[in-house]
């Protein structure tokens, strides 16, 4: 546990992302198995503790606590791990800590974590913290939490083990699905030890190939031949899986993220009869039209699913991509002939809850921006509501994880809306004084480090009442400082809430780090779907605001009049 | 027999805009304004302010006082020694080690009987640099809160020193520049840092030469010193440079090659703040007691009444509040109407 903690204490301070590869790699090349597998594993985000809440943790606290003291201290570290690991109370006399300290290694934390039950588990960790230093301590608390909240996202831990022999990490991408903690064979294949695992799980999840935004005005530079185009759907994306295994049928379904969400779906699991990776967009249907987005969170924010909300709420997979097929790898293979396979796939499995997402016919660009501009001319027909744009794609490109340039392109419907991060909240005033109701966000732009998020813009409203219970409880669960009445939540690349704001136009401004200030920007919806690296970046305002300069002549009244309908 | 008035200790010191008054006496302590009469606790530039009357201090204070603001500080100075009693007004006044910095004292303010300890910033942990804490037993006592939560316990400050050495082995190709603050912390660092073995020369910032040479005049060994600005760049590597924590984010560290930056302070107890300096290498060196120290202390003066200033005064009030000792939050004008956050990064910069 020590080296894993002193790892991880490294980690949150060091600023560069080679410094944190060097790190990891560090450690990874000098710790044995399967201690190195179940580090890689907890920075990966791969292990979960069902038992380990944070209320069993205040509530360790709170027998060794003042109430008072525990709440000025927290309040003023804004983290409940560190605060917990700061207080706890220093052991007297200390004879036994090393031999503890020595057994509590961090397999068997894991280990012991993944079997205890849950009326041993407050024991068992109040056994560990009183045998660790403060950094042990505040390790440990991060671990059975599962926010560890170092910089490090769980591709960068992957490069780190990809360097440890000659692997890219794309590679490690590839086998990662079918792995599981602690990794002794991904280690072995690094090091040269032994062949490449072979992926077991016969329903694996493949990672999802993301898009840039484009504008009308880069379209030029583009061949229009080189492209397919599809509808751009307001729903969410998801990838559905099913494989067999040993006579077993196995159908999964999994948010953009890698995340299982078979268990709330399974009218659409059980209509997955033939093997594949389907990447698609889940909807709403009701009597073939697909419903607003709003339908869908609904069903999205229930836990629990019984028979009155599949019927109300009947999901749909709309299918665009396929990624494998009876068990073979078809990333490799250009978009074109994906896209023929995944015709005759949902041809074939012929069920109401799958059908695919059409092709937008176009030749020129002139044809597309026509289409663009009315869907429901163009093909969608009742479904042109719940069009949010096009999606183009290069017929020769690979499905590539992550977000390859020049391959992918989204050009939404209403260019005034962009997904950014919640950064700070603050404190509303009046009947929302008790409520963190004005919110900063931003979006990523390339810093010195790597990625970061600059703040673009406040917005104090346009979400119910339900949703401002929502994201005050997320504020304060996730403070990681405070300024007076300002608390500044997480957001990193893999945690973090992600708002769609809209907005009325965009100007330069001196005043914001940014260079550019949005006019009325207000809360559209909340996208708790969505991890925070997939929200907009700079550049997309950057272009925006361009496309902006070139149409202030004929836009100024058309501002003027929403501008005051907001206010 | 005379009618003799039980004095209470709010009779003998009293908090008022300029700072704490004692009107029986006829002084000031650590004022705020200029006044005609100062009895200053210790050299750092909250407490010592220049343009008294008369201020009466420990030589060393009044040294660090002329060093910063030139021979004209004060219209006249005295100086007095540890344990010395001194008759001022209806008031006996002594100075008593603090062990916050070279120099440093509490001040024991006397009157029939009854006894207020202003015991200005102190420490109740070794320090190379300065005489240790002395424990003054008295009726009222008056405590600084700059670490009063419990999440500050600062730990041995060697294990600090180790680390900062284990980072200097490791990486022999870059500088290691330590933010520390001028007077006191950058000394006791570098004396830290001696007792730990390490001889070779250690580099200071322009800023900080006048103070450290002073202490190095006073009998305190702090061994090679030399001036970053005399260093070629390819000399620092390898080296331990120290300068003001203001300075660790501005353009001067291009002069080092490939820096880790490290900050010594007690504020890098909590991650948070560490990692909004941008600190790569943060050292919990503290010259203030931590948790553990004030309410051990504030238990040992034998104090029934407890007044606080500095920092977290809500923790450390309810804590004495709990132990049945009256206590309330002295509100010093300059303390608590900034903004929370503004107002601690600015202390951590001033001297923590
Ligand atoms: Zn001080
Ligand atoms: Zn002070």
């Not at chain 1, 061949?223 to 040993?246: I, L, Y």
């Not at chain 1, 104090?460 to 500044?488: A, M």
């Not at chain 2, 006496?25 to 220049?50: K, M, N, Q, W, Y």
């Not at chain 2, 300068?243 to 090659?257: H, M, N």
Request: aromatic share 8%.
């Amino acid at each position: 546990m020590n080296r894993f903690a002193a790892l991880l204490d490294r980690l949150a301070y060091e600023p560069s992302r080679n410094g944190k590869l060097r790190l990891m790699t560090g450690y990874f090349r000098d710790t044995p198995d399967p201690e190195r597998g179940y580090a890689l594993a907890a920075i990966t985000g791969a292990l979960s503790f069902r038992h380990a809440k944070p209320n069993i943790i205040r509530a360790l606290i709170a027998e060794r606590a003042d109430p008072v003291l525990f709440e000025l201290s927290w309040d003023y570290v804004g983290d409940l791990s560190e605060t917990v690991a700061l207080m706890w109370p220093a052991r007297v006399g200390g004879g036994e800590r090393t031999t503890l300290a020595a057994t509590s290694s961090l397999s068997n934390v894991v280990t012991t974590l993944a079997s205890l039950g849950k009326s041993d588990l407050p024991a068992q960790l109040a056994a560990w913290l009183d045998a660790l230093d403060e950094t042990g301590r505040w390790a440990l608390l991060k671990l059975v939490t599962g926010s560890l909240r170092i910089g490090v996202s769980a591709r960068l831990a992957k490069t780190a083990v990809a360097a440890l022999g000659d692997k890219a990490p794309d590679e490690i991408e590839l086998v990662w699905p079918g792995l599981k903690p602690p990794y002794t064979e991904l280690f072995a294949w690094i090091e040269g030890r032994a062949g490449k695992p072979v992926n077991v799980d016969p329903a694996p999840f493949h990672p999802v190939m993301l898009s840039h935004a484009i504008e009308e005005a880069d379209l030029a530079a583009l061949d229009p031949s080189h492209f397919a185009a599809e509808w751009k759907w307001d729903g969410t994306r998801v990838q559905a899986v099913a494989g067999e295994a040993n006579g077993r049928r196995v159908a999964r379904l999994y948010s953009r993220t890698g995340e299982e969400i078979s268990a709330s779906f399974p009218d659409l699991t059980d209509a997955l009869t033939v093997d594949g990776a389907i990447d698609g967009e889940l909807l709403i249907l009701r009597d073939g039209r697909v419903q607003s987005f709003n339908v869908l969170q609904q069903r999205l924010n229930r836990k629990t699913v019984n028979a009155k909300l599949l019927e109300e709420f009947p999901a749909h997979l709309r299918a665009y991509d396929l990624l494998a097929e009876n068990g073979e790898d078809l990333r490799e293979l250009p978009f074109a002939e994906r896209r023929a396979r995944l015709e005759q796939l949902v041809d074939r499995l012929d069920h109401a809850r799958v059908d695919i997402s059409p092709l937008v016919p176009f030749s020129t660009w002139d044809e597309l921006i026509a289409a663009r501009a009315d869907p429901a001319a163009a093909g969608a027909g009742g479904d042109a509501e719940a069009v949010e744009g096009v999606m183009l794609k290069r017929l020769d490109a690979r499905y590539l994880p992550g977000r390859p340039k020049g391959l992918w392109w989204k050009w939404k419907r209403d260019p005034h809306v962009i997904d950014a991060v919640l950064m700070y909240a603050q404190r509303g005033s009046g009947k929302r004084s008790s409520f963190y109701s004005d919110y900063t966000f931003g979006v990523w732009t390339a810093g010195e480090n790597g990625d970061e998020l600059v703040p673009v813009g406040k917005a104090y409203f346009g979400f119910t009442d339900e949703e401002l219970n929502d994201i005050d409880r997320f504020v304060r669960n996730n403070t990681i400082n405070r300024f007076g009445p300002v608390r500044e939540v997480v957001h990193d690349a893999a945690k973090g809430l992600v708002l769609e704001v809209a907005f009325e136009g965009l100007q330069r401004s001196g005043r914001h780090k940014s260079g550019i200030a949005m006019r009325f920007p207000r809360i559209s919806r909340l996208r708790w779907d969505k991890p925070p690296h997939e929200a907009d970046r700079l550049e997309t305002l950057q272009t925006m605001l361009r496309s902006e300069d070139a149409a202030t002549s004929v836009r100024p009244l058309a501002r003027a009049a929403s501008a005051g309908a907001d206010s | 027999m005379a009618y003799l008035k039980a004095m209470r200790p709010e009779d003998i010191l009293k908090p008022t805009a300029a700072g704490l008054c004692s009107q029986i006496g006829g002084f000031h302590i650590d004022p705020v304004r200029p006044v005609e009469r100062a009895l200053i606790t210790h050299g750092h530039s909250d407490h010592a302010r220049a343009g008294h009357g008369a201020v009466l201090a420990t030589q060393e204070t009044l040294d660090m006082m002329r060093l910063r603001y030139g021979d004209d500080f004060a219209g006249s100075t005295q100086a007095i020694r540890y344990g010395e009693a001194l008759k001022l007004g209806r008031t006996e006044v002594s100075f008593h080690p603090a062990g916050h910095v070279l120099g440093s004292a509490q001040i024991c303010v006397a009157a029939n009987a009854v006894r207020v300890v202003a015991s200005g910033d102190y420490k109740d942990v070794a320090d190379p640099t300065c005489l240790a804490f002395e424990l003054v037993r008295c009726d009222a006592f008056i405590t600084e809160a700059t670490f009063g939560l419990p999440v500050f316990r600062h730990g041995d400050p060697r294990a600090e020193i180790a680390k900062l050495l284990n980072s200097v082995a490791l990486f022999p190709e870059r500088a290691h520049l330590l933010g520390a603050y001028s007077l006191g912390k950058a000394q006791r660092v570098i004396a830290m840092i001696r007792a730990a073995g390490y001889d070779k020369p250690i580099y200071l910032h322009g800023a900080m030469e006048a103070i450290t040479r002073y202490y190095a005049s006073r009998g305190i060994d702090l061994g090679d010193l030399r001036l970053v600005r005399d260093a070629k760049k390819a000399e620092l590597a390898g080296t331990i440079a120290l300068c003001p924590p203001s300075s660790l984010q501005d353009r001067w560290t291009r002069r080092f090659p490939d820096p880790v930056s490290a900050f010594a302070s007690g504020w890098m107890r909590v991650r948070a703040r560490a990692r909004q300096r941008g600190v790569e290498l943060p050292l919990v060196i503290s010259d203030h007691a931590d948790w553990d120290g004030l309410t051990a202390t504030i238990a040992a003066t034998g104090a029934s009444q407890v007044w606080v200033t500095h920092g977290a005064e809500e923790a450390l009030v309810h804590w004495c509040t709990m132990k049945g000792l009256a206590a309330r939050p002295l509100n010093i004008v300059g303390y608590g109407d900034e903004d929370e956050g503004a107002a601690e990064i600015a202390s951590a910069e001033a001297e923590a």
